[in-house]
């Protein structure tokens, strides 16, 4: 079983800056077989991808909207995952996922279907 858990969430004012950790653990867990996803939900909506990255940590992969504000990166040493926010705007208020997928492959998945484990989530709020 594998467990993720995010942390760093928080409020900021619009133009702000924040970074998302995704800690990953679990028995007999390595996290380096394992591509990492990032998506965010708003009440009403459903799971928006927001960023990934392949186990190696290559082929980051973005949302449009956060292309050039937003940075995925791993660290596989530490079974952690970082979402880096900059230029934060009103719109990226969400809950924050993190997401976790075994693959043997240098694959990066942006379907929430294509993730087995998933962390509880942290809210990030963006004030204008």
């Known amino acids: 079983q594998v467990e993720l858990v995010e942390s760093g969430g928080g409020a900021v004012e619009a133009g702000g800056s924040l970074t998302l950790s995704c800690t990953a653990s679990?028995?007999?867990?390595?996290?380096?077989?394992?591509?990492v996803g990032w998506f965010r939900q708003t009440p009403g909506k459903g799971r928006e991808f927001v960023a990934a990255i392949d186990w190696t940590g290559g082929h980051p992969t973005y949302l449009e909207s956060v292309k050039g504000r937003f940075t995925v990166s791993r660290d596989n040493r530490k079974n952690m995952a970082y979402l880096r926010m900059s230029d934060l705007k009103p719109e990226d208020t969400a809950l924050y996922y993190c997401?976790?997928?075994?693959?043997?492959?240098?694959?990066?998945?942006?379907?929430?279907?294509?993730?087995?484990?998933w962390g509880q989530g942290t809210q990030v709020t963006v004030s204008s």
């Open positions: 679990g028995r007999g867990f390595d996290v380096a077989s394992y591509a």
């Open positions: 997401a976790a997928q075994q693959t043997a492959a240098w694959t990066v998945f942006t379907n929430q279907g294509d993730y087995t484990y």
